[in-house]
């Protein structure tokens, strides 16, 4: 869900915005810039649930496995 924000930016920031990141692009790139900042993420949890999920990780291993033989077919 979106939310709409108004803010107050110096002139030639905004300027900037327009001409290096462009029209109906800066939303996306303002969100991604602060996300890190506003937004917790606890990759090692994470990565501990998927882990713990046997039948995820059957599958990747099999999908590991199957695409192995690929690497000696790679042009060098």
């Given at each position: 869900m979106q939310k709409k924000l108004t803010i107050t930016i110096d002139e030639e920031?905004?300027?900037g915005l327009h001409k290096v990141i462009g029209r109906r692009r800066i939303s996306q790139f303002?969100?991604?810039l602060v996300r890190?900042?506003?937004v917790s993420s606890d990759l090692d949890a994470s990565y501990r649930a998927m882990a713990m999920d046997e039948?995820?990780?059957a599958e990747a291993l099999e999908?590991?496995?199957a695409t192995i033989g690929?690497?000696?077919d790679?042009?060098?």
């Open positions: 920031v905004y300027n303002i969100a991604n890190p900042y506003v039948a995820r990780e999908w590991a496995e690929d690497v000696a790679a042009a060098q």
